[in-house]
């Protein structure tokens, strides 16, 4: 993939300070009780700066992202600065009042099916170790250790954390919103190129 550090850097500027960039997919089905992100229509007028294949392939990005959106259910494992360590696949924990908010107390009763297999649709239940960063910022619901999280999320590359003592361990990374998992890929791909799954 050819270089494009200075574009990138650009355009993660505009996505970190035009709150107005933040994009949503119109027949998203909601899930948590974040406010509805805005739309962004005008993506390439924002980057009036960019070369046309950088527009494009952000673009690409964005739209991976969408194709493998996935619904995280789960258990926190480990409150981290920078987000969530979950065990998801706890489907249980869509059912009413629990899926009224993202965040649900660890006094709820959940399990987890041990046969449950990850689907490759769109909104599937993510199964297994994930890090979820870009929660919902909210004063009263702070997330804990043993707490449940029920949120829709975008993929977003993998991540790094210490587990026990010096073991480290790498998982899938995901955000709850989308601009930030977009501005990851690239950051990504601009440390070491990665290949982007073609959308069909």
């Given at each position: 993939?050819?270089k494009?550090?200075?574009s990138?850097?650009n355009?993660?500027?505009l996505?970190?300070?035009?709150?107005?960039?933040?994009m949503?997919?119109?027949?998203?089905?909601?899930v948590?009780?974040?406010p509805?992100d805005?739309?962004?229509?005008k993506?390439?007028?924002?980057?009036?700066?960019?070369?046309p294949?950088?527009?494009?392939?952000v673009e690409?990005?964005?739209a991976?992202?969408?194709?493998?959106?996935?619904?995280?259910?789960g258990k926190?494992?480990?409150?981290?600065?920078d987000g969530?360590?979950?065990?998801?696949g706890?489907?249980?924990?869509?059912?009413?009042?629990?899926?009224?908010s993202?965040?649900v107390?660890a006094?709820a009763i959940?399990?987890?099916?041990?046969?449950?297999?990850?689907?490759r649709?769109?909104?599937s239940?993510?199964?297994?170790l994930?890090?979820?960063?870009?929660?919902?910022?909210?004063?009263?619901l702070?997330?804990?250790q043993?707490?449940?999280?029920i949120i829709?999320?975008?993929?977003?590359g993998?991540?790094t954390?210490t587990?026990?003592?010096?073991?480290q361990?790498?998982?899938?990374r995901?955000?709850?919103?989308?601009?930030?998992a977009?501005?990851?890929?690239l950051?990504a791909?601009?440390k070491?190129p990665?290949?982007?799954?073609?959308?069909?």
């Open positions: 993939m050819m494009m550090g200075k990138i850097k355009f993660l500027i996505l970190n300070f035009a709150p107005w960039l933040a949503a997919q119109t027949n998203e089905i909601k948590t009780n974040r509805d805005q739309p962004l229509t993506i390439a007028q924002a980057q009036t700066n960019q070369s294949s950088l527009a494009e392939h690409h990005v964005r991976a992202c969408i194709q493998g959106r996935r619904l995280i259910c926190i494992l480990k409150v981290l600065p969530l360590i979950i065990e998801s706890y489907t249980n924990l869509m059912r009413y009042p629990l899926d009224r993202w965040l107390p006094t959940a399990s987890r099916p041990p046969d449950l297999i990850e689907g649709e769109t909104d239940v993510c199964v297994g994930v890090f979820l960063t870009d929660i919902p910022k909210s004063r009263s702070k997330p804990k043993y707490d449940y999280v829709q999320a975008y993929p977003a993998n991540y954390y587990s026990l003592g010096t073991i361990r790498t998982v899938r995901f955000s709850a919103g989308l601009p930030t977009v501005a990851l890929c950051q791909e601009e070491s990665i290949h982007v799954p073609e959308v069909k």
